[in-house]
């Protein structure tokens, strides 16, 4: 199956499945307009409804311009990426309405989540209703179990989804009639009675869902690599948030668990190089990609993430100093106390020749002006996008006409949540301690990824394996985390620049603190350039007191017109300054305050997000 969106996804939608019990004849359905008497009738028709959830949930890159849940374009609110002017703010005031009832209801970007909308959750409802009182009969054990095990996860990704936005949320796990108002208006359950329902989705999904239902389908190795993700976001949410340690401890099993599920099926492997994951026609037959959606021009389903990364288009926000500082040198150590040449470099192209592998696929080895910060990244577009800059694009990197293929779930993601979620398990629940073994089949297994041929012409060197008795020593390490969990969290900083983790990932670990600009320069600050050499095109006239460098000692040198010569230094990006203040109460979304009005005209009670 190829994720044939256009085609696919509007024959589902055309399925509104009703009831109906009238026998006039001038009530009679259309012959091609199926209800729950004619529908339901085999796998072909229970397959088609379950298809419909895949661009939700499997969005990839979204299609057109869509930003919502896409690389680049949608997840940009991190403490990785800065813009000019002021930093985008955190929501600090209720919203007047939260509501959305729609199936394409938009999200919230800055909490990488779905906005107050539970049609999914009654779509789903719907969905295993109907299995259980309709097409049961129609199916054998095995089928019936498997289709369950499909519904169930999915209820479950979108109850995670809510949770990680709102906390506590009403869970329904029924389809609701609207005469049920007690049920319809019930408030808010405690976010671990939730989680609970959702881990006993998951675990029934693990069980059930068939471990090869054809390609490109939902199967038990996708759907775990989801349930990783989701499971250790709550574990470690509930742990380091201090709300309930049996649970964190219980998710973050199931997190290592079901991470185990992928890892021990020998399906994948680090075969492919890292920029191929990102920038090619057809991601078939990579290896480390459990799942896809593949883009057909034909078939008019396309998308504009290449565009944003081809060099010439700008974002909203680009890689500031601090995260540049966070990347490994290739000998494995922090740029501190590193040995390689250069290593305490900070000039973009002998950044790319000593730091891990990861940074020369993700970022232009030069200082290019239409990054806010001159650090301009291309994970998503080709090495041959970047020779169009300055010319005309064809339509596979300019415009919405893209046709890159977009990695769903990869291997990359789930030895990261599986190591992870063991190294908080040995340090706060006793669990087995992480071993070598352990490090080699997640962290030194993505480290000892094959080099493409354009970066090993560049000097670029595979990064040396973690060793668990030799953690390196960052002297950034914030003390209340240990050594081994600080290294893996950088891990993933290095693997999802522009994806979809670091802004959860902060949320989770409770440190939304550093969103906060004021507490480094680095925030504020790009690579070290000369400007005089690098991006003369920024020392003009138009350019006079704004731009500026920023000297070691911490000097500003603005320029006046006079002095190129000393525009040497980290490119302060023009007029950016922190964000405005926030609390932790930035963690949950607010409800919206017409739908507490709501509640309370009939009579029931809508609690608010705590601190809100």
Request: aromatic share 14%; hydrophobic share 40%; charged share 20%.
């Amino acid at each position: 199956m190829k994720y044939q969106f256009k085609f696919i996804y509007s024959v589902v939608a055309a399925f509104v499945l009703i009831t109906s019990c009238n026998k006039d004849v001038l009530d009679r359905p259309q012959l091609n307009d199926p209800t729950d008497a004619t529908y339901w009738k085999n796998e072909t028709d229970v397959r088609l409804y379950a298809n419909g959830y895949y661009s939700n949930y499997f969005n990839g890159f979204a299609s057109s311009f869509t930003v919502d849940y896409t690389p680049v374009r949608g997840y940009t609110f991190s403490d990785d990426l800065t813009s000019r002017n002021v930093q985008s703010p955190f929501e600090n005031t209720v919203p007047p309405s939260r509501l959305s009832t729609l199936e394409t209801g938009a999200w919230m970007s800055q909490y990488a989540g779905p906005t107050w909308n539970f049609s999914w959750v009654r779509k789903t409802n719907i969905f295993i209703d109907r299995l259980d009182n309709v097409a049961k009969p129609n199916l054998t054990t095995e089928a019936y179990n498997h289709w369950s095990g499909v519904a169930r996860f999915f209820r479950g990704y979108e109850y995670s989804r809510l949770v990680s936005v709102f906390g506590n949320v009403p869970y329904f796990d029924k389809d609701v009639k609207e005469t049920e108002l007690d049920i319809l208006y019930k408030d808010r359950d405690n976010r671990g009675v939730v989680m609970d329902k959702v881990y006993d989705d998951f675990k029934f999904a693990l069980a059930n869902i068939r471990i090869n239902d054809g390609k490109q389908y939902l199967n038990r190795n996708i759907a775990a690599g989801f349930i990783s993700r989701f499971m250790l976001f709550e574990g470690t949410f509930q742990h380091y948030h201090n709300l309930d340690a049996a649970r964190a401890k219980k998710y973050l099993e199931l997190a290592v668990e079901a991470a185990q599920v992928v890892m021990n099926s020998n399906a994948y492997n680090f075969g492919s190089d890292f920029k191929a994951l990102f920038s090619s026609d057809n991601l078939n037959g990579n290896p480390e990609v459990l799942l896809y959606r593949t883009y057909d021009a034909a078939l008019t389903v396309t998308h504009s993430i290449g565009s944003y990364s081809n060099g010439t288009e700008g974002n909203s926000g680009d890689a500031n100093l601090d995260l540049v500082k966070a990347f490994i040198v290739n000998d494995g150590k922090p740029y501190q106390n590193s040995t390689v040449a250069n290593a305490a470099s900070f000039s973009i192209p002998e950044l790319a020749k000593t730091r891990d592998p990861r940074f020369e696929a993700t970022f232009i080895d030069r200082a290019h002006t239409p990054a806010s910060t001159l650090l301009y990244g291309y994970k998503f577009a080709s090495r041959e996008a970047i020779t169009f800059i300055g010319k005309a694009y064809p339509a596979m990197w300019g415009s919405n006409t893209n046709t890159s293929d977009a990695p769903v779930m990869r291997l990359a993601e789930v030895v990261l949540n599986w190591i992870e979620a063991k190294a908080v398990l040995q340090q706060h629940f006793a669990g087995p301690v992480v071993t070598q073994g352990d490090l080699d089949k997640s962290i030194n297994a993505i480290r000892n990824r094959p080099l493409d041929a354009a970066a090993t012409a560049k000097g670029v060197k595979k990064t040396s394996p973690m060793l668990v008795a030799a953690l390196p020593v960052d002297p950034a390490r914030d003390s209340d985390v240990p050594a081994l969990i600080w290294e893996i969290r950088r891990e993933r900083r290095m693997e999802f620049v522009y994806e979809h983790t670091r802004l959860l990932d902060l949320k989770r670990w409770k440190k939304l603190r550093y969103m906060d600009y004021s507490t480094k320069p680095d925030y504020l600050l790009g690579p070290f350039v000369n400007m005089q050499v690098e991006t003369p095109a920024l020392l003009t006239t138009a350019f006079i007191n704004k731009s500026k460098v920023r000297k070691d000692d911490g000097t500003i040198v603005t320029f006046n017109g006079t002095n190129k010569d000393a525009m040497v230094g980290y490119f302060v990006v023009e007029n950016a300054v922190n964000r405005t203040p926030f609390t932790d109460r930035s963690y949950l979304a607010p409800i919206g305050q017409t739908q507490i009005v709501e509640y309370k005209e009939r009579g029931y009670t809508l609690t608010q997000t705590i601190g809100w």
